[in-house]
Structure formats: C-alpha cells, structure tokens
C-alpha cells in the first residue's frame, strides 16, 4: 500500500524559513508529480508547487521566488524550502503524490496528512 507521509510544519515569525518534507512508502512503479498544497482556515484547498519525474516545476504566484520544490529520487521524498514567510502563508499544508503502482496500471493521486505552518506577525 502506497502511503505519503508529510511533516515540518511549526510556528514561525514572519520573515523566517521552514523546510517540509514529504515521504513516499510503498511499492512504486513511478512516481510521476508530487505537489505541496495548502488550505487556509475557511479556503480552499490550493496548489503550492508541484515538480515532476523530469524535475519540471510549477509554483503558484504568492510563492514564485519564496519557496523552493525539490526531491530525492533514492528517498522517494520531496520537499518545500519556505523562507521569508508571510502571515498569509499561514494553512495547513498538504502533500501529494501521483503515482502509477505498476506498469499497467493508471496514474493514482495519494494524500499525506497535513501538517500545520503558522507564521506569527
């Protein structure tokens, strides 16, 4: 059974960094995207940063030049480099893994827990 675990979450003053990290257990035939995304109290769920097999990256526009996606293909792990943190950054982050289990098989999204980044003003 695929399963994606998250964490690094923590409180944080405005202007500082945290690092998330987002592990893949299970047997895998790829993994194809894995993507960081968050949910604010009363929002919806929306995309941070994903990055591909291929090392392609996507950032929302809040972030671009904030937070930084990047992986350990021999961990099966990615994480999110967060620095110069806003308030507004405040949300539980989500992590997610698109995965194919075997060769034949199709392409599947796995959700870690979410683990909470708060930045204090």
């Known amino acids: 059974q695929v399963q994606v675990v998250a964490s690094g979450g923590g409180l944080v003053q405005a202007g500082g960094s945290l690092r998330l990290s987002c592990l893949v257990t299970?047997?895998?035939?790829?993994?194809?995207?894995m993507g960081w995304y968050r949910q604010a109290l009363g929002k919806q769920r929306e995309l941070v940063a994903t990055?591909?097999?291929?090392?392609?990256?996507n950032y929302e526009d809040s972030v671009k030049g904030r937070f930084t996606i990047s992986k350990d293909n021999a961990k099966n792990t990615v994480y999110l480099q967060m620095d110069n943190l806003k308030p507004e950054d405040t949300a539980v982050y989500y992590c997610?893994?698109?995965?194919?289990?075997?060769?034949?098989?199709?392409?599947?999204?796995?959700w870690g827990q979410g683990t909470q980044v708060t930045v204090s003003s």
């Open positions: 997610k893994a698109d995965v194919r289990r075997y060769s034949w098989s199709g392409r599947y999204s796995y």
């Open positions: 299970g047997s895998t035939f790829s993994i194809d995207v």
């Open positions: 990055i591909t097999s291929g090392g392609s990256t």
